[in-house]
């Protein structure tokens, strides 16, 4: 007889993650009920010319999970693949990330349902520019403030924040600015938050190895995805005397047993919108056998559930840094857990992002500039002591670092809702 598998979905495993930690901790029921639950699903249908003359009708989402700490915070993706399921998923992880962050924030997350590699600079422009005007109020600098995430970045924001600021009276426009964060420089935005994530990876696996009273010098480690957090962790890694082995993206997946230069594979890949394909400094190795190449980190920097079942019992390094949002599902962690390979979890390794969006955020309500030193500087002191709230969880209760995370970020939320009551 034959048997499918039928694979997770993110939000399944947000969900299963969520319910383990609520029976854990014994959450309270009421409270478990409003966290189950998003608050507002938004979905946009709107129309675009194209550079043709035709016309599209593209659709755009954005879910807001929860505000009790304060406003929606999270980013905005243009992906094929991305529908309402996964913008709830990545909503509710935005949650448990600003929680355990300590940040003023609740969760967001959206974006289109396109692949931007169709699309012309100028078409691109024209589809932020109407998706900003078809969200409307639904978004705003003290109630729901978006970022970049896959296949956005700073120009992305930039328009975004130029078409929201454009609806309001002018004498009132500068007072919005802070409705994105990861704005270019030149107009709001923070020096180094391009580099945010990535070093938040980065400074995760170094402080988990210092634990271990090691440092970084020999280590080994892989890369998916080598957009901009895959790209500044490498930097980052290499820096401190890492070892870059393979890099995988969607369109190649690249092996050097010498090493991978991560400058020149970003100087490679600019010119062709990101792809690693064709970079000389390696050489082209089947898709299939990126997860069980041998090393001591596997950075996974790209999309969901890529961790799975199917490719959990090949993996042979002793540390996962969830580079990415929900990269390892489910099953693909128990397998991971079962042969005490360590996984520091997606709401604590790549929240460097969303504590630099803060900075931003703090910055353009302030009227202050921050200089880079200031802002790694700030950066690092945050992260560090997130990181060692959570080691300090994890080694009283005896508990993975995932469950750690979780309970800090949910019982933060937790006692938000009990000192503040539920209206009415």
Known sequence: MNTTVVKSSMYDTVMRQFNQIADNINLDQNIRKILEATTNEIVVHFPVKLDNGTVKIFTGYRVQHNNVLGPYKGGLRYHPTLDIEDAKALAMWMTWKTAL??????????????????????????????????????????????????????????????????TKPAAERSCHKHVVTGKPVGTGGLEGRDRSTGYGVYLTI??????????????????????????????????????????????????????????NLREHSKPLQGSI??????????????????????????????????????????????????????????????????????????????????????????????????????????????????????KEEDLDWRSAAYILAISRIETAYKQRGIFP
């Open 101 to 166: 962050a300590g940040l003023p924030y609740g969760g967001a997350k959206g974006g289109i349902q396109l692949n931007p590699r169709e699309y012309s600079m100028a078409e691109l422009e024209r589809i932020s520019r109407r998706f900003t005007y078809a969200l409307g109020e639904n978004i705003g600098p003290e109630y729901d403030i978006p970022a970049p995430d896959v296949n956005t970045n700073e120009q992305t924001m930039a328009w975004i924040a130029d078409t929201y600021m454009s």
């Open 277 to 394: 394909k064709g970079f000389s400094g390696a050489v082209e190795m089947p898709a299939e056998d990126f997860m069980g190449l041998s090393c001591d980190v596997l950075i996974p920097a790209a999309l969901g559930n890529q961790i799975t079942a199917d490719n959990a019992y090949a993996i042979k390094a002793e540390l996962v840094a969830e580079g990415a949002n929900g990269p390892t599902d489910v099953e693909g962690e128990r397998i991971l857990r079962d042969r005490n390979i360590a996984i520091i979890p997606d709401i604590l390794c790549n929240s460097g992002g969303v504590i630099g969006s803060y900075f931003e955020w703090l910055q353009n309500r302030n009227g202050e500039i921050w200089t880079m030193d200031e802002v790694m500087d700030k950066l690092e002191r945050k992260l560090t002591e997130v990181f060692k709230k959570v080691a300090n969880i994890a």
């Open 206 to 263: 170094k402080l988990w190895y210092q634990n271990k009273n090691e440092n970084l010098k020999g280590k080994t480690f892989i890369v998916q995805g080598y957009g901009n957090v895959g790209y500044w962790v490498s930097h980052f890694l290499t820096q401190d005397g890492a070892v870059l082995l393979a890099v995988q993206d969607a369109h190649a997946t690249l092996y050097n047993q010498d090493g991978i230069d991560a400058e």
